[in-house]
């Protein structure tokens, strides 16, 4: 599926997911609440799962292309290093964790990206260097 294709997608449950939660605002049967909850739930981890895969797809991209989004075509990455797109709802301390193993290892990722600072929220879309696992 094209990056495109995802983002549409991603749009359309993200809007279905908000039309849920305004329903459930407004119902007042148990029952019904408990299905639309569990209905925004899945919503929610098909949106996740969308965003994993544009990230996959568009570090991939980048790989082919053998540069980095910030610097000139076919400049050489850091041996070791690689990149991570930043996803809405990431944190540092969860990077860490998925990616190298350990949340306690988010300072490793500050020091590789000066425009970070510790407490910020990070810019989704934007591109972190990470350390070797």
Do not use: F
Request: glycine content about 10%; some cysteine; aromatic content about 4%.
């Amino acid at each position: 599926m094209s990056q495109s294709g995802i983002g549409r997608r991603m749009a359309a449950l993200s809007a279905a997911g908000a039309l849920i939660v305004l329903l459930i605002s407004g119902c007042g049967d148990s029952r019904k609440v408990k299905s639309l909850q569990q209905e925004n739930q899945i919503l929610n981890q098909r949106v996740a799962e969308l965003e994993d895969q544009l990230q996959q797809a568009t570090l991939a991209a980048y790989s082919s292309q053998g540069s980095h989004p910030s610097s000139p075509a076919g400049s050489a990455q850091p041996v070791g290093r690689q990149e991570y797109l930043v996803v809405k709802g990431d944190t540092l301390w969860n990077i860490a964790q998925r990616q190298l193993g350990s949340g306690r290892r988010y300072k490793e990722i500050l020091s590789l990206n000066p425009q970070l600072s510790e407490g910020a929220p990070l810019k989704v879309g934007s591109r972190l260097i990470l350390p070797d696992r």
